[in-house]
């Protein structure tokens, strides 16, 4: 548990510091677009803070697979198909994507993505490089 | 006018660090006008010239093959008005770079004053095939040139950086000539 108190806080700094939020804002179930005002340019300077603070590579991609979300093989009419969603939860197993399973609206997606995501991403990342 | 808000670099370490200077002086016309009667620099001035300092240091560490653009400032806090007579020292420190972009700790001291601390971080414009007019190839290699970027750069061995092959390519498109003039 304190560990992962420890981990969450880490990751609370990377954001607070990356998106000028307060503290108390960084909540386990906030999104990061939606609630935290995330934009695009600040994925990059999350990932950058993610990595030094816990010391990981973060392959382009990873954290925010765009190359599936941006597909003509897997978006169509603005919605991801069956495979494009199959793909989606091969790529991100650390997000819970049911919700945004029922109703794949790609524009709806970057509003998917938490904190608590977040933080699951970390610890695979974690686990997989000790 | 060019807009070129630092005068020369004086440390280029590739990859790692550099620094360069700006003296203000009242000859500059936006002093007059920021503010009347009160001349100070602007402090977006002050940004522009930490961020043409860490811009060309993340520009290098790729030879100047990617397209660099200021994307974002997370953090500015200033500690004193610089003004008229200062010579500010900019600091730009790379933190992390990739592919993507970089991000850049940058300081503006005056003698050993504290003046600026700022964050910036930098993207890599994709090359999606599409024209850009965002770089005028001449000004850029009179700038590289004027600033002395390859008199004072080094590599972390110490060796002097030599001029990216995309730089000569540039010149030699531009039909500039060594002497950057």
Redesign the interface.
């Known amino acids: 548990m304190a560990a992962n108190a420890d981990l969450f806080n880490k990751i609370r700094t990377a954001l607070v510091d990356a998106l000028g939020v307060d503290e108390d804002e960084v909540t386990p179930e906030a999104t990061l677009v939606g609630d935290l005002g995330a934009e695009s340019i600040d994925f990059l300077d999350i990932v950058f803070r993610l990595e030094k603070a816990f010391d990981i590579k973060i392959p382009r991609g990873e954290l925010f697979p765009e190359d599936i979300l941006t597909s003509t093989q897997y978006v169509q009419q603005g919605k991801l198909t069956p495979e494009g969603l199959a793909e989606l939860k091969k790529r991100m197993p650390f997000a819970d994507l049911d919700e945004f399973g029922k109703d794949p609206v790609v524009k709806n997606f970057v509003n998917q993505l938490t904190v608590q995501d977040m933080v699951r991403y970390v610890e695979s990342k974690l686990a997989t490089t000790a | 006018m060019r807009w070129i808000w630092i005068d020369k670099f004086v440390e280029f370490e590739s990859g790692r660090r550099a620094r360069a200077v700006k003296n203000l002086s009242l000859a500059e016309e936006h002093l007059h006008d920021h503010f009347p009667g009160a001349p100070m620099m602007p402090n977006s001035l002050i940004i522009e010239g930490l961020a043409q300092t860490g811009g060309l240091l993340v520009g290098e560490r790729y030879a100047f093959e990617k397209k660099v653009i200021l ?2 400032i ?2 500015a806090t200033f500690h004193f008005p610089a003004i008229p007579g200062d010579t500010l020292t900019y600091t730009a420190v790379i ?2 770079i990739n ?3 970089g ?1 850049v700790t940058c300081t503006s001291h005056v003698g050993d004053r504290l003046q600026a601390e700022v964050e910036l ?1 930098f ?1 890599h414009l994709a090359d999606d095939g599409r024209p850009r007019k965002l770089f005028e190839p001449k000004n850029f290699v009179f700038t590289l040139k004027l600033l002395g970027v390859f008199d004072v750069g080094g590599g972390p061995d110490g060796k002097p950086i030599p001029e990216p092959p995309g730089l000569a390519r540039l010149r030699a498109n531009v039909g500039a000539n060594d002497t950057g003039l």
């Open positions: 994307a974002k997370p953090k933190e992390d592919d993507d972009g991000r971080v993207a």
